[in-house]
């Protein structure tokens, strides 16, 4: 994938979580508390800050958790440099269970993750706060591409019941009648379907199961992080999918978006509907949660299941777990900046870096809840 940054912060930003110090925060209900944050290195206050809704803190915030985030997390780490001079934002991309349990560990001040809190790991984390809630913030959506290599088929539609039984090893040729059915006046090839999918475990193959077995009405039985391994043949992350599919006339795959050279069409029931931010966006604003208030928890379910018209639900919805309380004054002035700067910085180089930017109705509700955290 091509990362288009136009901004050179991003190495100022990025360091090892490793040679932090690290010291525990703990925190009172009100969000007190006479201790430094683990999570953060304070050098003082800034007056630089561009925005009146940052306080200028500076230091170093550290955060851990999910590879998909990290392109991200770059691009957001270089603004937050730049808007707040002093401060800098060590993200460490080691998955999302080892961003979880670093910062229920007090070793991180916000957690990137794939996945919303389990119940346990909420109780833990509430702990972990002063006593206080965390909040899932879904804040990085990345939507997944069905990515193919067709020679001489530029536009390809497919429906969801072509994607599952595709993956299944049912649909075996591309020029099968039911693919044919939905790409009238295409001439598709006889041409061997090669399925490339995820040896590895990834909250990508977790999310698009889930999405196959809602959008499909239950027609799809797999589950979990990994890709059942009885069709086609298995690539080694995000990059090495893409590559396969690249290098593989005939080849297909599901990918994050960034990755994708060649993007499908998917029907979801109510036409052929075009990977954009556009349409994405639409999904995103339609969301709904299995949660009350600032915890926002996607019922990615429903997600899945959204036929709407020019609205593409395939898409992995990524948090920020943050305390709503209990930090000290330090982190929790500098969680507020980093996550304003990153709300602030959807734009077109974060699509470039292959995610959607969030607007509308879910960019305020995040601003809302960025706000309340005390």
Known sequence: MIRNFKRTAVALGIVAVSSATLAACGGSEDGSSSSSSSASKSTGSSSSASSSELTGQTGQLVAEGATSQQNA????????????????????????????????ANQAAF??????LKDEEATQAAARCGGNEAWNLPFVIGPVAIAYNLDGVDNLNLTVDNVVEIFQGKIKKWNDPAIAAANPGVSLPDEDISVIYRSDESGTSDNFQKFLAAASDG?????????????????????????????????????????????????????????NADTVGNAINGMTFKTEGH???????ALFANDAANTYPLVLTTYEIVCSKGYDETTRNMVKDFLTVALDSQDSELEDAGFIPVTGAHADRLREAIKAIS
């Not at 957690?111 to 919303?116: R, Y």
């Open 111 to 116: 957690a990137g993750s794939d996945s919303a």
């Open 295 to 301: 915890n926002m928890v996607v019922d990615s379910a």
């Open 73 to 104: 997390m770059d691009y957001f780490a270089s603004r937050y440099s730049e808007e707040v001079p002093g401060a800098n934002l060590a993200y460490n991309a080691t998955g999302s269970g080892n961003g979880v349990k670093n910062f229920i």
């Open 219 to 275: 027609k799809w039985e797999g589950s979990g992080k990994a890709f059942p391994s009885a069709v086609g043949a298995g690539a080694n992350g995000s990059t090495g999918v893409s590559e396969q599919v690249n290098s593989t006339p005939g080849a297909i795959t599901y990918v994050e978006a960034g990755f994708a050279e060649h993007k499908a069409k998917i029907d979801f029931g109510n036409g052929p509907v075009e990977l």
